[in-house]
């Protein structure tokens, strides 16, 4: 029996959002700047559980896709608590009707029943490195806007490293943003919003 090939079904990403010199607007607790380049894992997320005498799998659990020989497959994240647990849509319908345990050399392809819905589910980086930098509003208070710095460096499925730092606004009511090498035009502010232009990108 041939052991079988795997491939993470991988997205590569690379950019910053938004351009520099666009105008933008964005509420508090969300992010002002990002600039990335990783690669990340495609991925699932259970609508319904899994119930097989393989695994019961909860819904919500996320699984990253790969293929097995060439054929697309889903594998719940980490495995941690389903080793060697595989399934399948063998029609691209959006339910998942096929399960397989790997771990066991003499395990075949078996049907679901019944067949278990899933949704897109936000990638996962891979361990391979890269980096994600971002700033993040985090509202007005005493005429200060404050701002939370994020990063995400050489492996950026570890723990961010992050930074609080505060900004005064002038009597307009405008100023500047100035982090890592970043300059963010500050045109307006409120304990819920930000508009804003970036003039400078990070030096990384």
Known sequence: MSIPQFQNV????????????????????STIYTEFDYQEIEAIRLTESVKSSMAEIP??????????DGVLVYQPYGTVNFPGILLSDQNEDGKLDRIKDISS?????????????YEDAESIPTQSGGF????VYQGLTDNQIKVLYREYNNNIARPAFTQNVEYELDDNGE?????????????EASSTEIRYRVIKGFEN
């Open 175 to 187: 100023g500047l943003i100035a982090f890592k090498g970043a300059r963010i035009e500050v045109l």
């Open 132 to 135: 994600k930098l971002e700033l």
């Open 59 to 68: 819904a919500s659990t996320s699984l990253t896709s790969m293929t097995m």
């Open 10 to 29: 991988t997205t590569y990403r690379q950019g910053k959002i938004p351009e520099i010199n666009q105008e933008s607007s964005t509420d508090v607790g």
């Open 105 to 117: 050399m003499n395990s075949s392809w078996r049907n679901l029943q019944p067949e278990v819905a």
